[in-house]
């Protein structure tokens, strides 16, 4: 009899053998992902509820205020420079821009920086009355046309704890600006149109401690009648 026993791996004839190895596990299933928190991405603005929405850039300002939605409060949420138009349509009749967002989402203090000097490089309303409210914010402008342009119609404008630097204001002769613990001076800043007046309006209202620098004569023009100026109580 052969004593010769066979080793793992070998058949009875000294040959190596394939020896079966063990499956191989299962990989683990990737964690899910964390629930996401706090603002959520809209069409690239962040929108904060269904009436208020961040913007970082001119394009998402110049969407949210034309477009279809029910957003009446905007944030900047970053310096903007636009140099086009942008027509607030006849839906919207009460606009809140701010340039100071919530400190949950970032906080801070921006500017609108309006780097046109054409008739239409501004704010225009689309052909009825409504209101558009600048708050918090520093605006830097080119153009004599003003921020904000009535197209004819009784409009209100506020500015609440704004700086504003720039040749004319507001261009809304059938319109109401109104000024509250605002610093505005007009001038002629790089590359912009000659300084004029503060405003070309209907009325003016003045309130807070609003500052008025303008070497400008007059300093508002009004272009429409009944007209006058109100003083607010502090």
Sequence with gaps: ADST???????????SESVPQPAAKPSAAPPAEAPMVGPQAVDQQTEIDANTVIVTT?????AV?????????????ADIEGSAGITIPSGKTNLVISGSPPE??????YRWYQNGTGSSNNFS????????SFRQMDILALNYYGIVNDNGAPVTVTLDDVKYNG??????WNGT?????STITIEQPAGANVAQEVAECR???LGGATTITANYNPIFQYRSTPSGMTILDN
């Design 177 to 181: 600006v109104r000024f509250i613990d």
């Design 65 to 77: 205020v034309t477009g279809a939605n029910s957003y009446t409060l905007i944030y900047l949420g």
């Design 167 to 172: 040749p004319e204001g507001f261009y809304v």
């Design 5 to 15: 026993s066979s080793l793992p791996g070998q058949d009875e004839d000294g040959q």
């Design 125 to 132: 309303f689309a052909d009825s009355a409504g209101s558009i």
């Design 104 to 109: 949950e989402y970032g906080g801070g203090r």
């Design 203 to 205: 009325n003016v209202v």
């Design 58 to 62: 001119y394009a998402e300002l110049s």
